[in-house]
């Protein structure tokens, strides 16, 4: 044993599907590793878990452990270039980032395989010696500022601040975790503090080996990626810290019993309980937080949801056990109300209080235990493989909670039954331990205090004695009952043998006037389950907005139906959809094959019979009317990618179209709507995975045999099923359109470069261009310009049509930031001419690898295939017909591509931006300039600063509708195989 190794763990629990290799370290340091060997991998990926979080900030720093998250991968003494080690990771077909929690920390990278070692390297000295500048220290206060005011409108962030506002005020869990310009910057400097000074203290203190643990995944052999991480963590300082935990709950006696009134920003309807229980991690192989959760959340007969749903008080429930930080826990329930829901609070906890009585009133059930051990073991047995940095990202905090031979397993095989701890945490939920959140926009007329981070409205006060007392005297209720045993769950796990003629890609197997199959037997990941796809193509769906309308409300009305019968499937692994899109409605059914065929009879045979419950149809209108209101709250990036794709698509109907048409949506129509829809229709089904070429036609068989005979089907015609085509911007434009939101204090800005229609060359060399920007494009209008927290760029592809985007969501003025991209984009011109040769053909094979990249789940190759035959397109070989043209590709071929369309004076550039202007207090569009555009010195205001150069001519585009009845559309992509298009043998 090497004396950097002072215990070596290779007898880890994986799961019998599972072909990797797996080794636990402890170095010298008391640093813990857990190796993962996979020779078949094409990408390798790390992790490092340090257990110190937001929690343990100085009380004078708030956001200190966040903010040190993000200094550390600005420069270190080794690699001091700021940009380096995300340059590294993206030239060699990686990425990286990281995330700070409550009680620990978590970075993460994936690589090409060859180039594990040097991206270890400099991964490494993030732990060892970080430099803290002062300039990026100042710099990327801008960037943690900027990702708090993303969060500042999001009722998810402000739920949880407010959660931890009203907590013992001298607990951590109190604290404000992310941090932001006042807590970090400001406020320090007026109390002569010096932040880079508290962020080397912090890492001083805090980043030790001992409390640390590091995750690997790579092709080498176990003994190799162990010399590998000797030689390079070896030598980080274990200080010997003690990793803190809380106890203490963080809510006292006083805390409890009360209720707090939420007003959202969203106009969304939410009841949320929660009773404090110990923390239940240590008990992971017995599983009591899930026993409870499983039956207080099930959604079967019986159940409290099926209860509500009668009373037409809610739509969703949710419950579970979860953990704030180390040392204590919650038991919790949330459920999703409905506007008649809302008037009932008080009988919704009654009742949750009747199905935790039925619980208490026996000892726990050992057949229900099983039944979720038996369904855990299986979904472990045949885990499906994930995307290594995923997968090395999830385990690396688990070596810091389980033993390493348990790393892999837990809380899959549940080997242990402790009855008295599932009713201890029963037992301690109570009416006199509960905490109750009400959310809703009624609120605010009540709402009489504010939290301090995030602003957020609330009112809080003591629930009654009387309600208390109510709840206290439940009792039980005829209405609920347990759940009976679940027939869904899969008894065998046979594979189908191989067919003779099994094929490479997807075939067509059955192909008449209404109905085409594809099917592909899966050859590859060798697991019990099958993906069923079912395209009804209708052009009755998307033919107005009312017909959208309605197309959505029949989708949603029926899921609603059948989920009382298909959630014993849901939980034994067989997973369902089904949702409306412009061209119909399309039914996924995915998971284990055994049983399909059943929930498939099912389902068809419920879709053939669905009746309109009156009483839901009011909920779900009520509640699609809501969403479609709710758009406006949405982040600012939302907005211009949403707005960009209706002013480019052929046909698009617009929120606003949406909803003024919602009033028109009634049950008469809707049941008029429903036979039309399905009897005039086009099948385009793709069966993949555990199935024969026989099974995916006895498949297919079910659907289209019970939906001949309950409705008299016809074919459509070809033109019917055309698709949607791209709008084509005319050579030289540059078009601009505006709008404003009044909730967000972030602007954004999208601009988009249209390139033309789809080919192996323009793909290829879009791609490449995209990738060698992404990076450079990152560093300068995130880190060097601080321009805002969310950057992007990529390619857009749509109907067909491509091209380059640029995101960037921002404080400063849409214009400014739109000129800051042209100059980055003006740069890229002698980036590229400047290239070595060396460098440019990291690139070429970064995005070769990338491409070629194995999808790691069977439903991940399902979805590249379907969306190959749903676009029409049947490429289902472009990856590698893609990377043998990128092989051939040239420098000056790209910089050819750059001159033609994306250079300021390419004559066939063609330029549209979006521009979302904040109007909320304190944005940029704001009557008030407060914000400041240019090196923090220029004030923001409606019209760029004075000092920002001129933008080339732009073309306003003030109404949608004539800018896109000005413009052509591109042609349709012709299908890459020889197919017949449909119809085409129909004599007329």
Not at 406 to 426: A, F, G, K, M, S
Request: hydrophobic share 35%; glycine share 4%; with cysteine.
């Amino acid at each position: 044993m090497s004396d950097m190794v002072v215990k070596r763990v290779d007898d880890i629990i994986k799961s019998e599907e599972d072909k990797r290799s797996y080794r636990g370290l402890v170095l010298r340091n008391q640093m813990k590793v857990l190796l993962v060997s996979d020779s078949s991998t094409d990408k390798s990926a790390a992790a490092m878990d340090i257990n110190v979080g937001s929690l343990s900030d100085p009380d004078h720093l708030p956001g200190l452990a966040h903010f040190c998250e993000h200094m550390l991968f600005l420069g270190t003494e080794k690699y001091p270039i700021e940009n380096d080690y995300m340059k590294f990771t993206s030239q060699h077909g990686g990425m990286s980032n990281a995330t700070t929690f409550p009680d620990h920390t978590n970075y993460y990278f994936d690589i090409l395989p060859e180039h594990l070692h040097s991206a270890l390297d400099r991964f490494a000295q993030f732990f060892l010696h970080p430099l803290f500048t002062e300039s990026a220290t100042e710099r990327e206060l801008n960037a943690v500022n900027s990702e708090h005011e993303k969060n500042v409108s999001s009722d998810n962030w402000r739920l949880y601040q407010l959660d931890r506002h009203s907590c013992d005020p001298s607990h951590p869990f109190h604290k404000f975790g992310t941090g932001n310009k006042m807590t970090l910057d400001i406020g320090p400097k007026e109390r002569g503090i010096d932040v880079r000074d508290e962020l080397l203290k912090f890492h001083a203190q805090w980043y030790s080996a001992n409390i640390m643990s590091l995750a690997v995944l790579g092709k080498e052999s176990l003994d190799e990626l162990e010399a590998m991480v000797v030689e390079l963590f070896a030598d980080v300082e274990n200080k010997n810290v003690e990793a803190p935990s809380w106890p203490v709950h963080p809510f006292k006696a006083e805390q409890m019993g009360t209720c707090t009134q939420v007003v959202p920003v969203k106009d969304i309807r939410n009841l949320n309980i929660v009773f404090p229980c110990e923390d239940l991690s240590q008990y992971y192989e017995s599983g009591p937080g899930d026993y409870i959760g499983n039956l207080v959340g099930h959604e079967g007969p019986g159940s409290i949801l099926s209860a509500l749903k009668e009373k037409g008080w809610s739509n969703k429930l949710y419950a579970g056990y979860k953990e704030p930080h180390r040392g204590t826990g919650f038991f919790g329930v949330s459920v999703d109300l409905t506007e008649e829901g809302l008037k009932h609070t008080d009988e919704i906890i009654l009742m949750i209080f009747q199905y935790l009585n039925m619980l208490k009133q026996s000892p726990p059930i050992r057949t229900y235990h099983d039944e979720q051990r038996d369904i855990a073991a299986m979904t472990f047995r045949f885990k499906d493989k994930e995307s290594p940095r995923s997968y090395i990202e999830s385990l690396t905090h688990k070596v810091q909670e389980y033993p390493f031979e348990h790393v892999l397993c837990n809380h899959y095989l549940l080997t242990d039954w402790r009855p008295e701890i599932i009713t201890q945490v029963l037992e301690n939920c109570t009416p006199d331990n509960i905490r109750v959140a009400i959310i809703a926009k009624k609120f605010e007329a009540v709402a009489d205090q504010r939290e301090p981070w995030y602003n957020t409205p609330y009112k809080l006060f003591r629930i009654p004695e009387t309600t208390l007392e109510s709840w206290r005297n439940a009792g039980l209720s005829k209405e609920l009952h347990l759940p009976e045993k679940n027939d869904f769950i899969p008894d065998e796990f046979d594979l189908y043998p191989a067919d003779k003629d099994i094929t490479e890609h997807p075939a067509i197997v059955k192909d008449t006037a209404i109905t085409r199959v594809w099917f592909k037997q899966d050859d590859n990941y060798l697991l019990p389950k099958t993906n069923l796809m079912f395209d009804f193509v209708s052009p009755l769906a998307y033919l107005d907005p009312l017909s959208c309308n309605l197309t959505h409300m029949f989708t949603q009305l029926f899921r609603d139906s059948l989920n009382q019968y298909a959630y014993a499937a849901e939980l034994a692994g067989l997973n369902w959809e089904l949702s409306n899109t412009k061209y119909g409605l399309i039914l996924s059914v995915g998971g284990f094959s055994t049983k399909q065929h059943l929930l498939l009879e099912k389902i068809i045979q419920s879709l053939c019979e669905f009746k309109i419950d009156p009483k839901r149809f009011e909920i779900y209108k009520e509640n699609y009317t809501r969403t479609l209101k709710n758009f406006s709250a949405e982040q600012p990036y939302q907005h211009a990618v949403y707005y960009l794709a209706v002013l480019l698509t052929e046909h698009s109907w617009t929120k606003q179209e949406l909803l003024a048409t919602m009033d028109q949506v009634t049950i008469d129509r809707l049941e008029a709507f429903i036979p039309q829809i399905l009897s005039k229709m086009h099948i385009e089904c793709f069966i993949h995975g555990n199935a024969n070429k026989q099974k995916a036609l006895d498949l297919v068989d079910i659907v289209e045999n019970r939906l001949s005979e309950a409705v008299r089907m016809s074919p459509l015609l070809p033109r019917q099923l055309l698709l949607n085509r791209e709008l084509k911007l005319e050579d030289g434009c540059n078009y601009l359109y505006n709008i404003q939101n009044d909730i967000h204090k972030s602007s954004c800005v999208e601009i988009y470069y249209q390139c033309g229609m789809q080919t192996k060359q323009s793909n290829v060399l879009l791609d490449l261009f995209a990738h060698i920007i992404q990076e450079p494009c990152f560093n300068e209008l995130r880190t060097k310009q601080q321009l805002g927290y969310i950057v992007f760029s990529g390619m857009r592809r749509s109907n067909g049509v491509q091209g380059l985007r640029i995101i960037v969501q921002s404080d400063r003025h849409p214009e400014y930031v739109d000129e800051r991209i042209e100059e980055f984009l003006r740069n890229m011109l002698s980036h590229l001419e400047d290239m070595p040769a060396a460098e440019f053909q990291k690139h070429k094979d970064s995005l070769a690898a990338q491409r070629l990249e194995k999808p790691k789940q069977l439903s991940m190759q399902s979805y590249i295939f379907w969306s190959e035959i749903t676009s029409q397109q049947y490429h289902f070989d472009r990856a590698n017909v893609e990377v043998e043209y990128l092989r051939t590709v040239e420098k000056s071929d790209v910089i050819a591509f750059y001159k033609q369309l994306l250079a300021e004076d390419a004559a066939q550039r063609h330029k549209i931006s979006v521009h979302v202007l904040s109007t909320a207090e304190g944005g940029a569009g704001c009557d008030n300039p407060a914000h400041s555009v240019l090196n923090g010195n220029v004030e923001n205001n409606l019209t760029p600063p004075a000092t920002t150069p001129s933008p080339k001519q732009t073309t306003p585009i003030n109404d949608i509708t004539v800018f896109k009845s000005a413009h052509g559309m591109h042609p349709l992509v012709q299908p890459y195989m020889n197919i017949t298009r449909k119809g085409n043998k129909c004599k007329l």
